[in-house]
């Protein structure tokens, strides 16, 4: 069964710690994605990567940074968590040349205190 | 820039009913993609279809079904006679089928569906 695992599902964190999210995936998709869920707002597009060490901002990559070293694992960093960052993250992966077909994480619910 | 609206924020209806969820979307792209993700209470993203743009045949799959229509900017999604498993969240999204966009979804809000017994 394929699988996208989310490191954490419930994090809490205070205002100005950094923060980790990690993600793996055991398809290996070439494809990996980090959207963040908000009521209303639907699911935003943070950041991306197409390959190892291969990474592009989303539609809001503000205050977030991103890691690939190894092809399953993507991780999302907040490197000083603020108030307005407490979402719900979701990880994704996709196959190559398959537009679309995303296979997501159960999602990590920060919340900054 | 792309766009998905869903107008409908929740929808509530009674098992066996049918429901149609509203999708409308704008794009300057010739060529693009629509999709349909269902996220369950438990919270991961379910992916239900793909519709290219050049294909506005309408889709049946089992209960679920899309009617795509270029000259509205719609693709819509019905569930007929629903069940109370169909109670979820669901996504309409976008992708340009090329540049340097190719593979990134655009989703839409999200329309809560709570079928009761």
């Known amino acids: 069964d394929v699988k996208v695992t989310q490191s954490s599902r419930y994090l809490v964190k205070r205002t100005g710690e950094k923060v980790f999210l990690e993600c793996v995936q055991d398809?290996?998709?070439?494809?990996m994605f980090w959207y963040r869920q908000d009521p209303g707002l639907g699911l935003r597009l943070i950041y991306f990567s197409y390959d190892v060490k291969m990474k592009e901002k989303g539609d809001i990559p503000e205050g977030y940074s991103v890691s690939r070293e190894k092809k399953e694992r993507f991780s999302l960093i907040l490197e000083s968590a603020s108030t307005n960052q407490t979402s719900m993250y979701l990880c994704?992966?996709?196959?190559?040349?398959?537009?679309?077909?995303?296979?997501f994480g159960e999602g990590s619910r920060l919340t900054v205190l | 820039a792309q766009k998905v609206t869903q107008a409908q924020t929740e929808i509530s209806v009674v098992e066996k009913e049918d429901v149609t969820l509203d999708c409308v979307y704008e794009t300057r792209d010739t060529t693009y993609y629509l999709f349909w993700y269902k996220q369950p209470p438990s919270g991961e993203l379910v992916f239900l279809i793909r519709?290219?743009?050049?294909?506005?045949q309408n889709e049946i799959s089992g209960r679920y079904s899309w009617n795509f229509q270029k000259s509205t900017s719609s693709f819509n999604f019905t569930i007929t006679a629903s069940q109370v498993v169909d109670s979820a969240v669901y996504f309409c999204?976008?992708?340009?089928?090329?540049?340097?966009?190719?593979?990134?979804?655009?989703f839409g809000q999200g329309t809560i569906l709570t079928v009761h017994p």
């Open positions: 999204a976008l992708s340009s089928a090329g540049g340097t966009s190719y593979g990134k979804l655009t």
């Open positions: 519709r290219n743009s050049f294909d506005e």
């Open positions: 398809m290996d998709h070439e494809n």
């Open positions: 994704a992966s996709s196959p190559p040349l398959v537009v679309g077909e995303l296979f």
